[in-house]
């Protein structure tokens, strides 16, 4: 390890891809190396792919995938002798995301003869303590949120709170080569170990933004990774890949990118503020930027992630071709709706609103729904029905009472039943437990660390 | 600067790229990427709290616009009326919901 008692001039960060298993060239990581990187900061989660696995508590990537990436991250840090964060480990970054990463991480190191120690940091909260936080007025919502009240946390899977840099800086201090975070900022991944060596926030924050992505920031977003280095002034950022260039354009567009406000992003500990921020071209790949600013808050806030079964799900899915169907489409979704209703009612005794269905006409109006502005009449019409009921036998059942009319449902003025084109058989999937995001809200803490756990392993 | 001909000329005709994202679970964000600051200016003038509010059945209060003529770029931003994954929201990434605004003639091209 590098003497750490005064900041070196700059501290290189390597981010290989903007996602943990999506894979990138081993020539990322050779020429971040060259570069001089200090860290590699990799994210392995987001809530973007839906609530479906913060709630089962499974990763969206597969195991093969992971441990590819791994592998050659693993390698990388260990032979360059710099510490390896990952953060949002197992996509939504709940326990069993952690432990499944960090069960990765052992394998291969035994097999692949490494030294190394590494931090588990836990950030799944139970419902009880936040009721308690709640109680005592330290919750709130974030817009458009409504206050929280105590059902609400009992009735999620599963809860994480977003970590800061200051646990991930705890386990690099505590000797940790190795850091696998539950769920945690995607920034916070990438600027902790700059903070640590004494960057300035402003810059620090802001180039972790704009890499937290990987390519995102760059004319490719495809080839993956980047590098940047920090020091007192600014920050730099190129391409890992020689063919590939960052632009002023690039980086700063990248604040625009699944962002509310493309100025200010709100952390844990403080604001991130680039109004002020001047995107200057090096050469034609490589940025310079200068004059960003982080605002620390009066209060440390974490914010919450939560996600609660709303029922359980039946998918099933006909196609319709017959034009004398489809210039009515609109009447026989009606039709369906009003009909698939009665029966359930009449064979399984359940009254409406206590099951719902979702019916989506895909080539007509699926995506958009009421704000599709007056749709053609399609030529082709795939039918997808959607059921959720309180348990997963009730779902099926409502499904399979509509299989008939997903095949042979007529326009109510027709004196004869066609019969739709079905894609597979059965026509139906059942899709188990449904989740939906149901915290939008953060905690006031006393310590950045407070909601967190950590082991440390000597793999 | 532009094609004032007969045919109706649409913001996305207009535009390099006209996206829409989830900004979180619980929000929306749509975006028009100009080529030129005389394109970006009629995305500017056309991009209003009022459009918006119709093609997106959502409250002019809700909504918070950013005009960066430095990117030559108009953003919005919105609460999303369907929480992300929830069992009526077909668009999990809201990636497909700037084809309204994409769609929107733009002033004096129409026929």
Not at chain 1, 130 to 148: C, K
Not at chain 1, 159 to 186: F, K, N, S, W, Y
Not at chain 2, 17 to 25: F, I
Not at chain 2, 80 to 88: D, E, I
């Amino acid at each position: 390890m590098p003497d750490q008692s005064a900041p070196p001039d700059g501290v290189g960060i390597l981010v290989p891809t903007g996602m943990l298993g999506a894979g990138f060239p081993p020539g990322t990581i050779t020429r971040g190396l060259s570069l001089g990187a200090d860290v590699i900061a990799v994210d392995g989660g987001s809530t973007d792919s839906g609530p479906h696995y913060l709630g089962a508590g499974v990763a969206k990537t597969t195991e093969r995938a992971v441990r590819r990436d791994l592998r050659l991250l693993l390698a990388a840090a260990s032979s360059a002798r710099i510490p390896l964060v990952v953060g949002s480990c197992g996509t939504s970054g709940t326990d069993s995301g952690v432990n499944w990463v960090a069960d990765i991480v052992t394998a291969i190191c035994v097999e692949d003869g490494l030294d190394l120690t590494v931090a588990k940091i836990f950030s799944e909260q139970r419902a009880d303590r936040l009721t308690a936080a709640l109680e005592s007025g330290r919750v709130h919502a974030l817009p458009p949120g409504e206050p929280l009240d105590a059902a609400t946390l009992t009735r999620c899977a599963h809860i994480v709170g977003m970590m800061g840099h200051e646990p991930i800086e705890q386990a690099m201090r505590a000797g940790a080569d190795v850091v696998l975070a539950g769920r945690a900022t995607d920034t916070a991944v990438s600027a902790a170990f700059a903070l640590m060596r004494g960057m300035p926030p402003g810059p620090t924050w802001h180039a972790a933004k704009i890499i937290e992505c990987g390519g995102q920031c760059t004319t490719d977003p495809r080839t993956g990774g980047v590098f940047a280095r920090i020091d007192q002034a600014g920050f730099t950022i190129e391409p890992l890949d020689p063919d590939t260039a960052c632009t002023p354009a690039s980086v700063a567009a990248h604040m625009l990118y699944e962002t509310v406000n493309p100025y200010t992003m709100r952390e844990p500990g403080g604001t991130i503020e680039v109004a002020g921020a001047r995107y200057i071209a090096l050469d034609e790949r490589t940025v310079r930027v200068e004059g960003s600013r982080f605002e620390p808050a009066s209060q440390y806030t974490v914010k919450l992630e939560g996600a609660a079964v709303t029922g359980y799900e039946t998918v099933s899915f006909a196609g319709i071709r017959d034009p004398q169907i489809l210039r009515s489409i609109d009447l026989w979704a009606e039709f369906f709706t009003k009909t698939l209703t009665e029966q359930v009612q009449a064979v399984l005794e359940l009254a409406a609103g206590s099951w719902g269905a979702d019916l989506r006409l895909y080539g007509y109006n699926a995506i958009l729904g009421e704000l599709e502005q007056a749709p053609a009449t399609p030529a082709e019409v795939g039918v997808m029905l959607l059921v959720s009921a309180e348990d997963q036998q009730t779902a099926t059942a409502i499904s399979k009472l509509a299989n008939p009319l997903l095949l042979h449902l007529p326009l109510p003025t027709m004196n004869y039943l066609p019969s739709f084109a079905f894609a597979t058989s059965p026509a139906h999937i059942d899709r188990g437990a449904a989740y939906e995001f149901v915290l939008n809200h953060v905690v006031d803490v006393d310590s950045p660390t407070e909601m967190f756990r950590m082991e440390m392993t000597n793999a | 600067m532009l094609d004032t001909g007969n045919a109706p000329q649409t913001l996305g005709d207009l535009a390099r790229e006209v996206r829409s994202k989830n900004a979180g679970p619980f929000w929306m964000t749509l975006e028009a990427f100009m080529p030129d600051a005389g394109s970006y200016r009629v995305a500017a003038a056309l991009i209003t709290a009022e459009l918006i509010s119709e093609l997106y059945h959502v409250a002019p209060a809700s909504l918070q616009i950013f005009r960066i003529p430095d990117l030559h770029v108009v953003k919005v931003s919105f609460p999303r009326p369907l929480a992300q994954g929830s069992l009526y929201d077909r668009d999990m990434h809201a990636g497909q919901h700037h084809v309204p605004l994409a769609n929107t003639v733009v002033p004096g091209t129409s026929p």
